[in-house]
């Protein structure tokens, strides 16, 4: 079956920078899209990036657009996150998630990985 195993949160100063990390496993096709949401308290679950597997489309959340970067390494079966110019309100635990609907759903995708915590602090 799918599994995800997610990495590289942490604590980080505003503006700086963190890649986070998805390593997929288990794929029986190479039509999986992933995803990144984020759950913060006082915030409602965000979708914040999703890249499909067919033809590599990407999505942002507009509260990242032009901060986060989401690409993929085919060879690794991995996928990352790339954070930059990070804010307090950026902290939350992230998740790695994967699913065989479209990015506009990535909310409901079926798999999810463990979760990694991202703080934004000074």
């Known amino acids: 079956q799918l599994q995800l195993v997610e990495s590289g949160g942490g604590l980080v100063q505003p503006g700086g920078s963190l890649r986070l990390s998805c390593a997929a496993s288990?794929?029986?096709?190479?039509?999986?899209?992933i995803g990144w949401v984020r759950q913060a308290p006082g915030k409602e679950r965000e979708g914040v990036s999703c890249i499909t597997s067919s033809d590599g489309s990407t999505y942002y959340a507009d509260s990242v657009k032009g901060r986060f970067t989401i690409s993929r390494d085919n060879a690794k079966k991995t996928v990352y996150l790339e954070m930059n110019s990070l804010k307090p309100e950026d902290t939350a635990v992230y998740y790695c998630?994967?699913?065989?609907?479209?990015?506009?759903?990535?909310?409901?995708?079926?798999?999810w990985g463990q979760g990694t915590q991202v703080t934004v602090s000074s």
């Open positions: 998630t994967a699913g065989q609907r479209g990015c506009h759903q990535q909310l409901d995708f079926g798999t």
């Open positions: 288990g794929f029986t096709s190479d039509y999986y899209a």
